[in-house]
């Protein structure tokens, strides 16, 4: 030892062995750098799900989305013709005219579609609570479960609201009428107003529950909605008039109106609630 120790050359370390159960070496991706692990996500019950398996998910959902829709589109196809006389009903004898000869067609299409939108509307909440729920904790998912159903409720409810609001609407429109200025309706201004009217309403109407969720989550509060007070009604009234169609003053009006009623409520249910 001493012989090899005396040739080795003046200023080279001494070799040390390596350990016996060193841990395997990681292999290098391009320019040297260690290689990139898969994106994964932590789901509720412990189980891992890399991007891959998240976009699979996705497009299984959406497929699942899709399907429901079209089955239900044709039967509001089927029934669109009675559809269409049930929500001409607020203008009475006026005639809806066509710009073009495509139109009717057109407007069947549209019908179909819409009333396939709200018949799907239970499976396309499913579909989508099934996608987020992995992601959430045990308690954030018995906050949301318990309001999907009762969304869907909320957002009937709005449109009826709409459909009692129309005709008065429609009134005040058409009270500017004169011998000299005549007002014609087309298939596609006056359905577009109809659908208009009723989704800005049926959305109104998810307003008190977004507000309860916020508030379970820690997110917003009581007293929190209570300083905030005028700046949402300045909100609601920018929202109300900026949604409604027409230009007409019931419309925003009672739009307003509700959404501040339901505003003050959730302040009294938030509170109620220790928040």
């Given at each position: 030892?001493?012989?090899?120790?005396?040739?080795?050359?003046?200023?080279?370390?001494?070799?040390t062995?390596?350990p016996?159960?060193?841990?395997?070496?990681?292999?290098?991706?391009?320019g040297?750098?260690?290689?990139?692990?898969?994106?994964?996500?932590?789901?509720?019950?412990?189980?891992?799900?890399?991007?891959?398996?998240?976009?699979?998910?996705?497009?299984?959902?959406?497929?699942?989305i899709?399907?429901?829709?079209?089955?239900?589109?044709?039967?509001?196809?089927?029934?669109?013709?009675?559809?269409i006389?049930?929500?001409?009903?607020?203008?009475?004898?006026?005639?809806?005219?066509?710009?073009?000869?495509?139109?009717?067609?057109?407007?069947?299409?549209?019908?179909?579609?819409?009333?396939?939108?709200?018949?799907?509307?239970?499976?396309?909440?499913?579909?989508?609570?099934?996608?987020?729920a992995?992601?959430?904790?045990?308690?954030?998912?018995?906050?949301?479960?318990?309001?999907?159903?009762?969304?869907?409720?909320?957002?009937?409810?709005?449109?009826?609201?709409?459909?009692?609001?129309?005709?008065?609407?429609?009134?005040?429109?058409?009270?500017?009428?004169?011998?000299?200025?005549?007002?014609?309706?087309?298939?596609?201004?006056?359905?577009?107003?109809?659908?208009?009217?009723?989704?800005?309403?049926?959305?109104t109407?998810?307003?008190?529950?977004v507000?309860?969720?916020?508030?379970?989550?820690?997110?917003?509060s009581?007293?929190?909605?209570?300083?905030?007070?005028?700046?949402?009604?300045?909100?609601?009234?920018?929202?109300?008039?900026?949604?409604?169609?027409?230009?007409?003053?019931?419309?925003?009006?009672?739009?307003?109106?509700?959404?501040?009623?339901?505003?003050?409520?959730?302040?009294?249910?938030?509170k109620?609630?220790?928040?």
């Amino acid at each position: 030892m001493a012989d090899a120790d005396a040739a080795r050359e003046p200023g080279r370390p001494a070799l040390t062995p390596a350990p016996a159960h060193a841990p395997p070496a990681q292999p290098l991706g391009a320019g040297g750098a260690p290689p990139s692990q898969p994106v994964v996500t932590d789901t509720a019950d412990g189980s891992v799900m890399s991007l891959a398996d998240h976009l699979g998910e996705l497009r299984t959902r959406i497929v699942k989305i899709l399907a429901a829709v079209v089955a239900c589109a044709a039967v509001g196809y089927w029934r669109s013709g009675a559809i269409i006389d049930l929500l001409r009903t607020p203008i009475g004898d006026r005639k809806l005219v066509s710009l073009s000869a495509g139109g009717p067609f057109f407007l069947y299409l549209k019908i179909a579609l819409v009333v396939g939108i709200i018949l799907a509307m239970p499976v396309i909440l499913y579909q989508i609570w099934a996608f987020v729920a992995p992601g959430l904790t045990p308690q954030e998912r018995r906050i949301v479960r318990p309001w999907i159903p009762v969304a869907l409720l909320f957002f009937v409810i709005g449109v009826g609201v709409a459909w009692v609001v129309l005709p008065f609407a429609l009134g005040f429109l058409f009270s500017f009428e004169s011998d000299s200025i005549a007002i014609t309706l087309t298939i596609d201004n006056y359905f577009g107003f109809v659908t208009t009217m009723f989704l800005a309403f049926g959305l109104t109407m998810q307003f008190p529950i977004v507000l309860y969720v916020l508030s379970r989550v820690g997110i917003v509060s009581s007293t929190r909605l209570r300083s905030a007070r005028r700046f949402v009604v300045l909100g609601i009234a920018i929202f109300a008039t900026v949604v409604t169609p027409g230009g007409d003053l019931v419309s925003p009006t009672v739009l307003g109106l509700t959404m501040y009623a339901l505003f003050e409520i959730s302040i009294i249910v938030i509170k109620r609630g220790g928040h």
